[in-house]
Each structure stands twice: as C-alpha cells, then as structure tokens.
C-alpha cells in the first residue's frame, strides 16, 4: 500500500512540475492539459438527445452547438407532441421542455476534452389547436403544422448543469456527449475553419 502511495505522489510531483512549463505530460507522445488545442477551432453541429430528463417532460428533441476557441454554446428543444399531427378539430394537451447551455473545453489529451455546463431549461404545458393549419412555404419547400399555445402558470425556470465530454478523432469534427440535470443528448461539430484553411 505504502509503495502505491509513492508511486501516486511521485506521479503527481512529475505532472504539477512539467505544468508549470506550459502543459503537464504522461509520455512524450500524450501531453495534458495543452489549451492552445483550443485556439482557431470554430466548428457548427447538431445535437439530438432527450430533454425534459428526469421529469415528466421529457421527450426526444434537437437542437444545435456552437464551440469558438473553446467556449461552447447549444441548445435543445423537444416540439410539441401534435404539432404535425394530420388530425383536425382536435385541442390536444401537450408539452414542451427547452434548454440552452455554455461551458468551456477543458483539454486532457490532444483528441479528449471534458466540458462543464451550466445554463438554463424550461418545461410548459400548453394546448396544440388542431382546428387550426399553419401553412410554411417558401422557394424549395412547403410544410403544415398546428399552432401551440403555453397554458398560463405552466411554464417552469430551472438552472440547468452538468457536464460532457467532446472526442476528436480528428481536425474535421467532434463528437459530443453531455448530461445535465434536465436534459441527455449527443452531438455532432464541424470544424469550419479546418475546412476553409484546406
């Protein structure tokens, strides 16, 4: 035990003593906590996943992620239940749950970063009026849905936190996976910059 101890204590003097010289490293080839991997990394993707988790609400949803220089942003939102529904002269009862969130990429190696979260969520109930079409349609394409409306004193406020992890696999694109206290996606980025230097 007292030998596992050392090794341990040894393990951490060589990492705190190599950070102080810019980043800290396990081996040559694995340098830690590197924050300028950070920097010119402007990428754009899509999250899916369910929001609402742990609740009553919680449904599947999309959303969408942004990350520059580290600092990331996104957001999830489930529609409600019937808003495509073919059915007329209907009123339904249904839900909605949102969050939006930002954290910051922390570098552990060059291809993993963990990122803490905090932000915001909101749950509403609400009436989806199917005797009611709404038309959308522009040059390229056409579509129909029925409008919502929250039901007054249904709309909950919650602070949203949690944290995830980005993957790397390689300069063109991250994959993300997150849970927070209201809400359990993944995502996909795309390194914008990555492509405009090619």
Same mark, same amino acid.
């Given at each position: @035990?007292k030998?596992?101890? %050392?090794?341990? +204590?040894?393990?951490v003097?060589?990492? *705190?003593?190599k950070a102080?010289t810019?980043?800290?490293?396990?081996?040559k080839n694995?340098?830690? $906590?590197e924050f300028?991997?950070? +920097?010119n990394r402007?990428?754009?993707? $899509?999250n $899916?996943g369910?929001a609402?988790?742990?609740?009553?609400?919680a449904?599947?949803?999309m *959303?969408?992620? %942004?990350?520059?220089?580290?600092?990331?942003?996104d957001? %999830? +939102?489930?529609?409600p239940?019937?808003k495509?529904?073919?059915t007329?002269d209907? !009123?339904?009862?249904?839900?909605?749950?949102?969050?939006?969130?930002?954290g910051y990429?922390?570098?552990? %190696?060059?291809w993993?970063r963990? @990122?803490?979260l905090?932000?915001y969520?909101?749950?509403?109930?609400?009436?989806?009026d199917?005797s !009611?079409t709404?038309?959308?349609?522009?040059?390229y394409?056409?579509?129909?849905y029925?409008?919502? !409306?929250?039901?007054?004193?249904t709309?909950?406020?919650y602070l949203?936190?949690?944290?995830?992890?980005?993957?790397?696999p390689?300069k063109?694109?991250?994959?993300?996976?997150?849970?927070?206290r209201h809400a359990?996606y993944g995502?996909?980025?795309v390194?914008?910059?990555a $492509?405009?230097?090619?």
């Amino acid at each position: @035990m007292k030998r596992t101890l %050392l090794i341990i +204590a040894l393990l951490v003097c060589s990492l *705190g003593a190599k950070a102080q010289t810019g980043y800290a490293q396990v081996e040559k080839n694995y340098p830690l $906590f590197e924050f300028e991997l950070n +920097a010119n990394r402007l990428e754009f993707g $899509f999250n $899916f996943g369910e929001a609402g988790s742990f609740s009553n609400y919680a449904r599947l949803a999309m *959303g969408a992620n %942004l990350l520059v220089n580290g600092i990331y942003l996104d957001f %999830l +939102a489930s529609e409600p239940e019937h808003k495509y529904s073919r059915t007329s002269d209907t !009123k339904w009862n249904d839900h909605v749950a949102f969050c939006i969130n930002a954290g910051y990429q922390i570098p552990i %190696l060059k291809w993993l970063r963990v @990122m803490p979260l905090v932000g915001y969520a909101q749950t509403n109930d609400g009436i989806t009026d199917a005797s !009611k079409t709404i038309w959308d349609i522009d040059e390229y394409s056409s579509s129909t849905y029925h409008p919502y !409306k929250v039901t007054k004193g249904t709309r909950e406020h919650y602070l949203n936190y949690g944290g995830g992890l980005s993957i790397q696999p390689s300069k063109w694109f991250s994959i993300n996976l997150i849970a927070t206290r209201h809400a359990i996606y993944g995502g996909v980025g795309v390194d914008l910059l990555a $492509f405009a230097r090619k």
